[in-house]
């Protein structure tokens, strides 16, 4: 050691800063390597559980966690040999037989021995009333989970063509969503279930849910690929174990977030998002609740063919992606919703970008938030531009866990909406479509369980020029009314913006001309005949009398009706007439002008009726005004 330290008192300082930075590569590429844990290590949460785990301890009812899958096969089909390859998967990840289990406050993973299996199958064409049922494997306890989920679904059949969620019918279809939406018991290691539905002598619907802490929608592929290939290979075939599991990329990614491996990342986020409000409120159909809860809508969104090819060519020409497009597009329509020009839009990532995690199942998804900030007078294709920088810039960085952010830019959580944003957009790929396992044809399919946390969400896949997904909505906020016109000034902008790209954002269409129509001439057009000659207090005095227990005005929870209001306002009225002077003179009559100072309420109406009944006009005056004015 002495010597080291003589060799190294020798170095000039340039030469010592070479050494030192040699030492630090050599650190960081060691630190790269996600290699197997030790025996016997404390396996902690990765930071993606961690913020599910607080998630489900806010809202331990809501069900918001679950993800799930449905696979329908025609044919001839074993659920026992279903079942076997499905064991074999869950050996196969450590993850699908991990507990999550809390020491001291502290939460961990318990990885278990074998797994606690949660296997249904349920022959509902034995009878339609009632459905028999046997519950192999299946584990008790089941406490409800809260968050935000994936959806990801399948269908297939044999001969023919392949089936898609609409073949299943309404019946099943309920089945298998109320077994998807049924709760996980976290600390029990059964994360995992499946249910099997036999529809019919030769139709079989696969559901598969679990819970996110152990999975994505990129984990529910891998797994049901990996069953289906476990089922056509036949039970005797063995499922090699990977070296690697995902407690070991969660111990890694810890080492990683301690040693401050990421602090340059987090620097670049807090520099990109210093001072952008955190909060975007779109106006919907009803107030935000005080607390938010995970239950949405689903509203089918479709790209018209001849448009997609348009954002391939804009893109082209912009030197971006068509993600980008699509993305400028979603971000101008929120400006243009809201009168906000600086928020951020969430766009989910994989952070399955290292060989070695390609086939590992667990849960992956990062957040980014993608800051938008823009003026109006900005043209579509500059924003567009700016876009992919912010975006370029965000998938650089893309490995800071969105909990670290939040932690640094949430000084406190406001339960009435997610962090950070309420908004996300994603474009990705289309998973494959259809494909043949032991003689069976199946093809992709949606299966939504309603439990988006966002305000909305605009998800897209896209299949060569095919390009189609849906938005998720909150119902606490937006009906499908609402949703179905936000859809289609989505389309209409996005036109607008491929016509003329030059066009700056505030003048880019929402409206085609129909709509156009009816919004400036159709909406006011309010002539109507009326009693030109009657005074405002006479007609109100003519609905009291034609439905005189309707309801005529409401403030926060007191009420009057017509007959109520009328008879209110005639006693101020005779009140008022019955003011003399020292002379006797009346006060208030014709052309008196009687003053009023209240606060908003039902006081306010019945002295401003009471008034025009006594003959006078009113002035209003402000109770903030100061005394002397």
Known sequence: ??????????????????????????????????????????????????????????????????????????????????????????????????????????????????????????????????????????????????????????????????????????????????????????????????????????????????????????????????????????????????????????????????????????????????????????????????????????????????????????????????????????????????????????????????????????????????????TQDASFGTFAQSVSGCMLGALQHADTPFEQLVARLVSERDLACTPVFQNVFSFERAPESQGETAGIRWRFSEFALGNSAYDISLELNYSNEDVSGWMDYSRALFDRDWVERFVGCFLRLLESGLEAPDTPLSDLALLDGPERDQVLYRFNATQADYPKEALIHELFEQQAGREPEALAVEYENERLTYAQLNAKANQLAHRLRGLRDNSGAALVGPDALVAISVERGLEMVVGLLGILKAGAAYVPVDPEYPEDR
């Open 1 to 374: 050691m002495t010597n080291i330290r003589e060799k190294l008192a020798r170095l000039t300082p340039e030469q010592r800063e070479a050494v030192a930075a040699r030492i630090g590569r050599r650190r960081d590429a060691r630190e790269a390597i996600i290699a197997p844990r030790p025996s016997g290590t404390k396996v902690p949460l990765s930071s993606v559980q961690e913020r599910l785990w607080l998630m489900e301890r806010l809202d331990p009812e809501g069900g918001g966690q679950n993800i799930a899958g449905v696979v329908s096969v025609s044919g001839e089909f074993d659920a026992q040999r279903m079942q076997r390859a499905m064991q074999a998967v869950q050996k196969k990840h450590e993850i699908l037989r991990t507990a999550i289990r809390s020491t001291q406050g502290e939460p961990e993973q318990v990885v278990l021995q074998d797994p606690v299996t949660d296997y249904r199958y349920i022959d509902h064409c034995s009878s339609s009333e009632n459905p028999s049922e046997n519950g192999y494997g299946r584990c008790d306890g089941h406490d409800a989970v809260a968050g935000m989920g994936n959806d990801i679904a399948f269908a297939a059949q044999g001969d023919g063509e392949a089936a898609d969620a609409t073949d299943i019918s309404p019946a099943v279809m309920d089945m298998m969503k109320a077994e998807a939406a049924r709760p996980f018991d976290m600390s029990s290691g059964c994360l995992f279930r499946m249910v099997i539905i036999r529809a019919s002598a030769s139709l079989h619907h696969i559901m598969v849910a679990m819970h996110h802490m152990v999975g994505d929608g990129g984990s529910i592929a891998i797994l049901l690929g990996e069953a289906w290939q476990a089922y056509g290979n036949g039970p005797a075939s063995a499922m090699q174990v990977p070296d690697l599991q995902y407690a070991d990329y969660a111990v890694w990614q810890r080492r990683r977030l301690v040693d401050g491996s990421g602090d340059a990342g987090l620097a670049y986020w807090q520099t990109e998002l210093k001072g952008m409000p955190l909060r975007l409120d779109l106006p919907g159909i009803r107030n935000r609740p005080l607390v938010a809860k995970a239950d949405s809508g689903r509203f089918p969104v479709k790209i018209p063919p001849g448009m997609a090819l348009r954002v391939q060519q804009q893109a082209v020409r912009l030197g971006i992606t068509p993600f980008n497009v699509y993305l400028a597009a979603y971000a101008s329509l929120l400006m243009r919703f809201t009168g906000q020009q600086d928020f951020a839009v969430g766009v989910p990532v994989s952070l399955r970008n290292r060989p070695e995690l390609q086939t590992m199942a667990g849960c992956f998804v990062n957040m980014l938030p993608v800051r938008m900030s823009c």
